[in-house]
Each structure stands twice: as C-alpha cells, then as structure tokens.
C-alpha cells in the first residue's frame, strides 16, 4: 500500500513538472509592448527557422491579443506566402513565459492576399481570408505541437 502511495504521489509530481515548464523570453513595457533581449531574439528567429524549413525568414515578433487570450505572433515570409504563427504564452509581473505544452498555430495564405486567424470561444480555430479581391479565399490552417519549438528557445537561452 505505501508502494502504491509512493508512486502516486511521484506520478502527480512528475506531471506538474512535466507539463507546467516555462521558460521567460522577455518583457511587456509600461505601452504592453514585447521587449526582447538579442539572446531571445536569436533563440526564437533559430527557433522559427528550424521548426518552418521550408526557407521562410522571420520578419517580426510581437504580442497580439487573439479573442480574450494573448500570444506571441511570429510574422514570416517566403517569396509572396505570408504566415502569421500564434503561439500562446503566460505573463506573471510583466515577464512573458513560453509554455512547453504551448500549440503553435500557423495561418498562411495562398491566392488570398492578407489571412487573418478566426476565434471561436475564445480559440484560434482556423484562418480566414480578410481580401475581397483576390483570386481565392483560401488560407492554410495548421496545429503544431510547440514542444520543439519550446526545446530550442529554452536551449540557446540557456546557453
């Protein structure tokens, strides 16, 4: 019985652990407006580059507010194929934390010009195009786990 007990209580340790990492990447200024030291820049301009090798370059870094939740927003760009990368994020005293179980959630777009994320209940569920006049109104929607991405920001920031 106190075998079981044991491992219980090592069990439920393990998972707060596990699933409650985060690592500070900056800071929110008086305006709320991401401030980053150039450790985190790079970590997370390698982190992008590594986690889309497709070739696109990253071309700002901020926070939005999304529905009622905010995230850090990757903006890159490959030739004419804009992506928006919403990450979410905590901030506890103005330090703003990458979460290791953070989902990164990419909208780019194809024939559609400007692709903007769509909420629901709060969530980014998909990707909307926000130009009447484009060929299509097709924007591309995908889920990645950020858990990559998390390793290798909590790496070079580290180092």
């Given at each position: 019985m106190k075998i079981k007990i044991t491992l219980l209580i090592f069990?439920?340790?393990s998972f707060k652990i596990v699933y409650c990492q985060q690592i500070a990447i900056?800071?929110?200024?008086?305006?709320?407006?991401?401030?980053?030291n150039n450790k985190s820049k790079r970590a997370l301009k390698i982190a992008y580059l590594r986690s889309f090798v497709d070739g696109r370059k990253l071309d700002s870094i901020y926070i939005d507010k999304i529905g009622e939740v905010k995230f850090l927003i990757l903006l890159g760009s490959k030739t004419n194929v804009k992506s928006k990368t919403a990450i979410s994020i905590s901030i506890i005293?103005?330090?703003?934390?990458?979460?290791?179980?953070?989902?990164?959630?990419t909208c780019s777009n194809g024939a559609c010009k400007e692709c903007e994320f769509f909420i629901e209940n709060n969530k980014v569920v998909a990707c909307k195009c926000n130009n009447d006049g484009t060929i299509s109104n097709s924007c591309n929607f995908k889920i990645n786990d950020g858990k990559y991405f998390y390793t290798l920001v909590a790496k070079l920031i580290t180092e």
């Open positions: 069990y439920t340790l900056g800071t929110l200024n008086n305006l709320d407006k991401l401030e980053l005293n103005n330090t703003v934390n990458l979460n290791a179980t953070a989902e990164m959630k």
